[in-house]
């Protein structure tokens, strides 16, 4: 075999691999939402803001009949942001995936709506393996990248908790509007430094901010509070049943 037939095969071999990366850890498209008859799941994701060092995570667990838009609200509660700007989730990868985004409309003025569908518009269904992985992109300007890997897709979870629960975390969320990753690291650095020429403006600007502090508790309490408890489900009686009349 020359030397060229060689190279053709190593990047024939190369390209399956990666294609079957990409199948065995992002999941497909999103579909609609399923229908309420559908038995409820629930998800046990995992959240990890990228580009953060030490990183800042979140452990918790979902309904798999959520639509996008409410996951939205769960993250920016779970997570600790504003939610005061657009954001996105990306299902199959980053080159080739699905973007699903909110109407721009929602947020301002003038503007066509962008991605492949609105986010009220599919749910967290199409999450049915371990492994599978999406992201969550907050902040078009400073660019908040989450990376969301589904650790179980099956969770055993009380349906007389709370929908949303989280279970484990790390580290503070950083302030809104900080400068992204880059603006973030700058900020702990100079809290950090009490001799720092800009640390009496950042404490002006940001206030007592601890990058260590994570509450579970208190976040879990406003989840309770947005989320309430699951709605119970009606069950459908199969086809070709009667009710009893209960006479005998």
Known sequence: ???SRDTSLTHMLSSLQKAFARETEHPQPVRKKVSATKERRYLLLKVTLKN?????????VVPN??????????????????????????????????????????FMSGFEDFGDGNTAD?????????????????????SWDHELVAENVDYEHSDNDPPVVVLAGKRNCPPEDCGGSWGYANLVAVLADKDHPEHED???????YDPEEFDMEEINTVLA????????????????????????
Not at 52 to 60: N, V, Y
Not at 75 to 81: A, K, V
Not at 202 to 208: A, R, S
């Open 1 to 3: 075999m020359t030397p």
């Open 52 to 60: 953060i060092s030490p990183p800042i995570w979140r452990r918790f």
């Open 65 to 106: 009949d959520y639509s996008l838009a409410q996951m939205h609200e769960c993250l920016q509660i779970i997570m600790g942001w504003e939610n005061s700007h657009l954001y996105e989730f990306i299902v199959g990868g980053r080159r080739d995936g699905r973007h699903y985004s909110v109407p721009m409309d929602e």
């Open 122 to 142: 599919f749910d967290l269904s199409f999450l049915t393996r371990k492994g599978m992985k999406f992201a969550y992109i907050y902040d078009f300007g400073d």
């Open 202 to 208: 950042m404490l002006d600007w940001c206030g007592e």
């Open 225 to 248: 509070e947005s989320f309430g408890k699951p709605k119970p489900r009606k069950k459908v009686a199969k086809k070709g049943t009667k009710k009893s009349s209960g006479k005998t």
